[in-house]
């Protein structure tokens, strides 16, 4: 009975909800169901019985008892309830959902209607004029700002066109103006986001897609009406550019920070990822930016303080990974070490065994000299494929100083392992930068310490790849061997 959608709503339920689904159950207001008197029966059952993984099963036998006792079993009966109790959990859900207070506007707006679809004309107008006051009221634009300006312009539209005596312009400036400020903030947002995975991901564009990144045709009036299309525009042209310059990143930021109090926390947090993201790709391009690495650093630390960073309380793996190697690029160890050790219990999904925190211990202990330390709180592999390439460059990284007669071996299975790996989870240029860091993990390895001419060539080398992973490792390893 567990793969039924009536047992997988269940178990999303809290004891609270629970409660309520009962109550909700009894409303005489309920539009009638088929076999009624047998859902609350059913529905007590499957909310009080303990659905953890290894609780006893309840079976198909021991509901019918309970919802139909001292009956003889008829095929497909319990199943008919069933149903007829996800549509209970299902209007409930629902209701709970509309009727929540952030969507305070659409229950006032569809009242409005159903006032106007009532005969009462005059008070549907005041209903409109009221809301569009509220609503020019808001000083905080958010996903939906727009459009609810587009659903009133248009119902007043609709409501002068109804009435139309020939003269003024029916509020279609007004209602095509809301149109476009709705359409071209969606769709930036949009473009914005396939910028974004055209860079970390192989995705092959179509030519209707080119044509759309060529450039949005977004008139200037629009940016001076909406922050966060100006601010969409701006992320867009930055995610178009090959290697933005640290100018463009402060820009951005300065931007983020005039308008802050005009956008909620939630579009604010959106626009805060892109501009981190924004400098993780230019470090990627090129490891050498410091500039972009230190600007990156202040980020994370302002973000983290006012909760930026968070989601419900909780931080995304790839996010805690990334805030622990940029403050060891930045030289702040000892800052990556507390930032590790207080947020590991923040972390969403991290399994029992606590791979992610893993990961990054493993990742400090290496910073810090201590290899074998290192080598054991890797975890042996993770479901997200960069910390899982992290994770294989940093056992290789700890063999070589370690001088480990693993090398050689698990080298071999690193290039095994990129070789057969899907293009759709690694494109080719990541798969590169990994090829390429072993390719001169290879070459280091192989070299006699000492031999200055060698070391000088691969420095040399190095430095032409510096797209290479783990690139300053890499070169810091090639000039020891010239002092050595």
């Not at 090398?407 to 790996?421: E, H, I, Q, V």
Request: with cysteine; proline share 3%; net charge neutral.
């Amino acid at each position: 009975m567990k793969q039924s959608q009536l047992f997988e709503l269940i178990n999303t339920l809290n004891s609270q909800e629970k409660e309520q689904i009962l109550a909700f159950a009894r409303q005489d207001s309920l539009p009638g169901r088929k076999m009624k008197m047998y859902i609350e029966p059913l529905l007590k059952l499957c909310l009080s019985h303990p659905w953890q993984e290894h609780a006893k099963e309840l079976t198909r036998s021991e509901a019918y008892k309970t919802v139909f006792p001292g009956q003889n079993f008829v095929e497909g009966k319990l199943e008919k309830v069933m149903v007829e109790a996800q549509k209970v959990i299902r209007d409930y859900l629902l209701t709970q959902h509309y009727f929540r207070e952030k969507n305070q506007f659409y229950q006032d707006f569809d009242f409005a209607e159903i006032v106007r679809l009532r005969g009462l004309d005059s008070r549907y107008k005041q209903y409109l004029s009221k809301l569009k006051k509220s609503h020019e009221a808001s000083q905080i634009e958010d996903a939906y700002y727009f459009h609810k300006k587009y659903l009133l312009e248009y119902a007043i539209h609709n409501q002068e066109s109804l009435y139309n005596q020939a003269k003024g312009d029916l509020n279609i400036p007004s209602t095509v103006d809301a149109l476009e400020l709705h359409y071209q903030l969606n769709k930036l947002a949009l473009l914005n986001v396939y910028l974004l995975q055209q860079k970390v991901a192989n995705i092959s564009v179509s030519e209707t897609m080119m044509e759309r990144l060529y450039e949005p045709n977004v008139h200037y009036r629009y940016f001076l009406l909406s922050p966060s299309l100006k601010i969409n525009y701006t992320i867009f042209q930055l995610l178009k550019k090959e290697s933005p310059e640290k100018e463009d990143v402060q820009s951005l930021f300065d931007l983020l920070l005039e308008h802050e109090n005009k956008l909620d926390i939630s579009t604010l947090n959106g626009f805060y990822t892109y501009l981190r993201n924004i400098c993780i790709l230019i470090i990627f391009r090129d490891p050498e930016r410091i500039d972009i690495n230190n600007i990156l650093f202040e980020l994370y630390k302002d973000n983290l303080s006012r909760g930026i960073l968070h989601y419900e309380g909780k931080l995304h793996p790839s996010r805690y990974l990334s805030i622990s190697e940029c403050a060891v690029a930045t030289g702040n160890l000892d800052w990556a070490i507390e930032f590790v050790e207080q947020h590991k219990h923040e972390i969403i999904g991290d399994n029992e065994t606590q791979d992610v925190y893993r990961l990054n211990l493993a990742y400090l202990l290496f910073s810090k000299g201590k290899y074998e330390e290192c080598l054991d709180h890797l975890p042996e592999t993770s479901p997200f494929v960069d910390h899982l390439l992290t994770g294989k460059r940093l056992e290789l990284k700890a063999l070589y100083e370690l001088q480990s007669d693993l090398l050689p071996y698990k080298t071999d299975a690193f290039k095994m392992f990129l070789s057969r790996t899907s293009q759709k989870l690694l494109p080719d240029s990541r798969r590169k930068k990994n090829l390429d860091f072993l390719n001169m993990l290879n070459q280091i390895s192989a070299s006699i310490p000492g031999d200055q001419k060698r070391a000088a060539r691969l420095i040399a080398r190095i430095k032409e790849e510096k797209h290479a992973a783990e690139h300053h490792w890499l070169l810091k390893k090639a000039e020891q061997l010239s002092t050595t």
